[in-house]
């Protein structure tokens, strides 16, 4: 199985801030690479497929880099509804294997 | 309105079994591989069980495989994951998740049911 590290695990912003996660993958996966949102209580929410397309209705503050093994997600400008914990997923091959998430606190 | 409500979660002893259900609506059911994600309390996200649009092709993560079993009926909608032999590690929360491609699969979630919780203790 193809294993990822996130980072940071904890990541305190405020309002405004611009963040960036960090996804690391055991092997190269090209850009088979999906970022996922969930909140408290809820199902997690697609972001964003091969590593930079946003998903539909997802804001464009939201965005993707990377290929091969680095990848990143960032928030441009956090707003109050970013307060969220961040999942990187990758779907290279099976089976589709999860990151260990980035939780965004307010500062 | 793209939806999935997953059912039948609960408590069980170790060693029993419980099937979850998961109704599809406002999407062609039938066009979609369909998944099952499990995330322990506290925890991060496990994918556990995959099924083909068509039910021809199944797959399980080996932490479930020989226990779980995944199933569709295209002619209800529904979305079925049968687990036996539970343990405690299997209490979770589990949640039906389509499939972001049509047919040929991507192996991405786009739409996620709200989630059930299983509970395996004593």
Redesign the interface.
């Known amino acids: 199985a193809i294993w990822m590290t996130q980072s940071p695990s904890l990541l305190s912003a405020s309002t405004g801030d611009r963040v960036t996660i960090s996804c690391r993958m055991s092997q190269g996966i090209s850009s088979y690479l999906?970022w996922?949102q969930?909140k408290p209580g809820?199902?997690?929410?697609?972001l964003i497929?091969a590593a930079s397309t946003l998903?539909s209705g997802v804001p464009s503050r939201f965005s993707g880099s990377g290929s091969g093994t680095d990848f990143t997600l960032t928030i441009s400008c956090l707003q109050s509804e970013d307060f969220a914990t961040y999942?990187c997923?990758q779907?290279y091959s099976?089976?589709?294997?999860?990151?260990?998430?980035t939780k965004v606190e307010i500062k | 309105q793209v939806q999935l409500v997953e059912s039948g979660g609960g408590v069980v002893q170790p060693g029993g079994s419980l099937r979850l259900s998961c109704a599809a609506s406002g999407f062609t059911f039938s066009s979609y591989g369909m998944h099952w994600v499990r995330q322990a309390p506290g925890k991060g996200l496990e994918w556990v069980a995959f099924i083909r649009y068509d039910g021809s092709n199944k797959y399980y993560a080996d932490s479930v495989k020989g226990r779980f079993t995944i199933s569709r009926d295209n002619s209800k909608n529904t979305l079925y994951l049968q687990m036996n032999s539970l343990r405690a590690e299997d209490t979770a929360v589990y949640y039906c998740a389509k499939d972001a491609r049509a047919v040929a699969g991507m192996n991405t979630f786009d739409i996620w049911g709200q989630g059930t919780m299983v509970t395996v203790s004593s």
Do not use: D, I
């Not at chain 1, 809820?42 to 697609?46: C, I, R, T």
């Not at chain 1, 099976?94 to 998430?101: D, E, K, V, Y």
């Open positions: 999906a996922y969930q809820k199902a997690p929410e697609l497929y998903q999942y997923q779907y099976f089976p589709p294997t999860f990151g260990q998430g």
